[in-house]
């Protein structure tokens, strides 16, 4: 026995750093993977209390215990705000394939998931199967390529458009500037919705800030809403939609999610003072 009775064994720890001074750590009881492909630095660990963490560039893309969060909220979020139930749909990131898994029980005919790094698809496709599950589903079309290159390049319109990812930063920092929308523009159907992941309003206040400045230049309706998401930076994550046509929650045959459901969508635009600042 330790002459120490505090003194613990060695621990291992994955922590995200929100800056020199703040981090969130995870107590992991393995490094499954670390991989450093032409885009990113790719890292899967077993944590203790959410199971497998995705993270990349040293930030947490999912765990398995609370990404239904996320993905309820960048599905189901348009997918009720559309003026009429959107029949297909633009994934762009997304290469763990849980949003179109969602997409795919809404009901869509159609789903192309435009991911840039092909690595992420195949890592995950090892680590989170129960998610990638939904690119074996022939009415998802997987592909690996720029999303901003394949929406420039788009004869194709779609009923939504679903810009699920990394921060702004890296290959994700022009999936936020106002080019970028205007190109989302022309190839979103009228009643449709386009939504961002948009980052946390309080740690990084220029993810929903570019993200409304960008979109409000070609979309007439441009609205933020936010979900408690556990293990993204302060818990407190925002999202950020745009319509050529009001803002309108459809509310016949309303699929709940685990996260999502009526009072979700309704509440959820409602947003501190210090966010909606970043709004205007
Ligand atoms: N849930 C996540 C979050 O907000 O932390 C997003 C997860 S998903 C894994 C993000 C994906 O976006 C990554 O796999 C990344 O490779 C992809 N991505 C980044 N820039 C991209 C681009 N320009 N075109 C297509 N995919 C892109």
Known sequence: MSIY???????????????????????????????????????????YDFGKLLSIDGTV?????????????????????????????????????????ELLKLGLKSITNVE????????????????????????????IDDGIKYVNNSKEKFDMV???STDPVGPAEDLFNEKFYSNVYRILKDGGVVVTQS?????????????????????PYVASYVAFI????????SFTMAKKSEIKLR?????NGNY??????RSSFALPEFAKKLTL
Not at 21 to 43: A, E, G, P, W
Not at 251 to 255: A, D, G, R
Not at 260 to 265: C, S, T, V
């Open 199 to 219: 980052g946390s309003p309080f740690y990084q206040p220029r993810a929903i800030e570019l993200a409304n400045k960008g979109m409000k230049k070609s979309f």
């Open 61 to 101: 893309q999912l765990t398995e215990k609370d990404e239904f969060v996320y993905h309820d909220m960048i599905t189901r979020m348009p997918f009720y705000y559309s003026d009429t139930p959107p029949e297909n749909a633009l994934v762009i990131g997304g290469g763990d394939g849980g949003a179109a898994g």
């Open 230 to 237: 556990p293990t993204y930076p302060s818990g407190f994550w």
């Open 116 to 143: 840039i790094d092909g690595q992420v698809v195949e890592v995950c496709k090892k680590h989170f199967p129960s998610l990638t599950a939904s690119f074996n589903d022939p009415k998802v079309n997987l592909v």
């Open 251 to 255: 509310t016949e045959k309303v699929q």
């Open 260 to 265: 999502f459901n009526l009072e979700i969508a």
């Open 162 to 164: 679903i810009i699920d």
């Open 5 to 47: 009775p505090s003194m613990k064994l060695i621990e291992n720890w994955f922590s995200e750093r929100y800056s020199d001074n703040l981090q969130l750590s995870f107590r992991v009881s393995d490094q499954l993977l670390s991989v450093k492909t032409d885009f990113q630095r790719i890292d899967v660990f077993e944590t």
